[in-house]
């Protein structure tokens, strides 16, 4: 079961420099089951929060079947916005033989994915980039509640 595992990477990073310094999220799920998370900002000079927890094969499952669900292996960056001042978007897996790694500008609605050139292409990575920051934030704030219900 686990075997359709060993080869299934995701990262995602999401930030920029500003005023703040480095700002950012970023995220990975690695193949040994642990998910790493990493929030960076200084606004009101709040710390870095790391978190690293392992996950079960369940989630990590789960986790392919939307990525694979998405189809985002489909897509092609080359036409989506560049990474610019206002800040960068990663998105790297890895599914078997498969290995993509996109790179654009941050996305702040879907009207900014709509005005692009590829609307269809972006508006699979900005949903599925939905998808896993919801999943990352529910493992995450689950895992590390300080008050149990």
């Known amino acids: 079961m686990a075997d359709d595992l060993k080869d299934f990477y995701v990262r995602y990073y999401v930030g920029h420099k500003g005023k703040f310094g480095h700002e950012f ?3 990975e799920f690695r193949p040994d089951g642990k ?3 990493a929030n960076n900002s200084q606004y009101k000079n709040d710390t870095m929060i790391r ?3 392992y996950v ?6 789960e986790l392919k079947r939307i990525v694979e669900e998405s189809e985002v292996m489909k897509e092609d960056d080359n ?23 996109f790179a654009t500008s941050k996305i702040g609605s879907l009207v900014d994915v709509n005005d692009s050139k590829d609307p269809e292409g972006l508006r699979c990575f900005y949903y599925l980039i939905q998808d896993l920051k919801c999943l990352v934030f529910s493992l995450i704030g689950l895992h590390f509640k300080i008050k149990p219900i």
């Open 79 to 101: 036409m989506w916005p560049a990474p610019d001042r206002v800040g960068r978007q990663e998105l790297e897996i890895v599914c078997g033989e498969e290995h993509i790694s």
């Open 25 to 27: 999220l970023e995220f």
């Open 56 to 61: 079960s094969a369940a989630v990590r499952r």
């Open 51 to 53: 978190k690293e927890v």
């Open 35 to 37: 998910l790493r998370y």
